[in-house]
């Protein structure tokens, strides 16, 4: 599946742990990462400090659906499906 232009979804609902420029702490779920443009793109694609979890990042049906609204939804309960457990 080709990414979806004007979407940006993946940069917007899940969490990323690994530290970014500016996000010293990573990105929280839902939060729009500091390095998504206006454009809705990644202003740090081809960067050696672009997280691994976003290299890694494919855009499949499971994740992206069939709009930007669906990406978003599925996402974010992929994003609560798979939270750390705190009853440990
Ligand atoms: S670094 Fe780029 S790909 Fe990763 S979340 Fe930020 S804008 Fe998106």
Redesign the pocket.
């Given at each position: 599946m080709q990414c979806r232009t004007g979407c940006?979804a993946?940069?917007?609902a899940p969490s990323?742990r690994d530290p970014?420029p500016g996000m010293p702490e990573g990105?929280p779920a839902g939060v729009?990462?500091?390095?998504?443009?206006a454009e809705l793109?990644?202003?740090?694609?081809g960067h050696p400090d672009?997280?691994r979890?976003?290299d890694g990042?494919q855009a499949e049906p499971a994740f992206c659906g069939s709009d930007r609204r669906s990406a978003l939804e599925l996402l974010e309960a992929i994003e609560i499906a798979t939270l750390p457990s705190t009853r440990d």
């Open positions: 940006g993946c940069c917007i990323i970014l990105k729009p990462c500091i390095h998504l443009t793109r990644c202003g740090l694609w672009r997280p979890a976003c990042f």
